[in-house]
């Protein structure tokens, strides 16, 4: 499984930007896609996960100003980030979790850089 992510960049606080993580390979049903971020000297957190349909998990700070959503048809997850504050500065990570005859598989993108500066 091989996921690339795109969209990171610099943004002014309060402005938007959309990351996008395509996932290409044996990819099933069933699995769990999601973004975490890790800015320096902190350890890697979770920002948004979805099982699919209208099922996801947020972290308390970025509720209301992230939304995560899929595209099954193309294995792509998205991160839709508004109202972006100075703290979201980070690598943001693509993930996935899968499961496969009882064994857990779990997947990492490269990471994308997010700045959120004035």
């Known amino acids: 499984v091989q996921l690339v992510e795109s969209g990171g960049g610099l943004v002014q606080p309060g402005g938007s930007l959309r990351l996008s993580c395509a996932a290409s390979?044996?990819?099933?049903?069933?699995?769990?896609m999601g973004w975490y971020r890790q800015a320096p000297g902190k350890q890697r957190e979770l920002v948004a996960t979805?099982?699919?349909?209208?099922?996801?998990d947020y972290a308390e700070s970025v509720k209301g100003r992230f939304t995560i959503s899929r595209d099954g048809a193309s294995n792509t997850v998205y991160l839709q980030m508004n109202s972006l504050k100075v703290e979201d500065t980070s690598v943001y990570y693509c993930?996935?979790?899968?499961?496969?005859?009882?064994?857990?598989?779990?997947?990492w993108g490269q990471g994308t850089q997010v700045t959120v500066s004035s």
């Open positions: 390979g044996n990819i099933y049903s069933g699995n769990v």
């Open positions: 993930n996935v979790v899968q499961f496969l005859l009882g064994r857990r598989f779990e997947y």
């Open positions: 979805s099982t699919g349909g209208e099922s996801a």
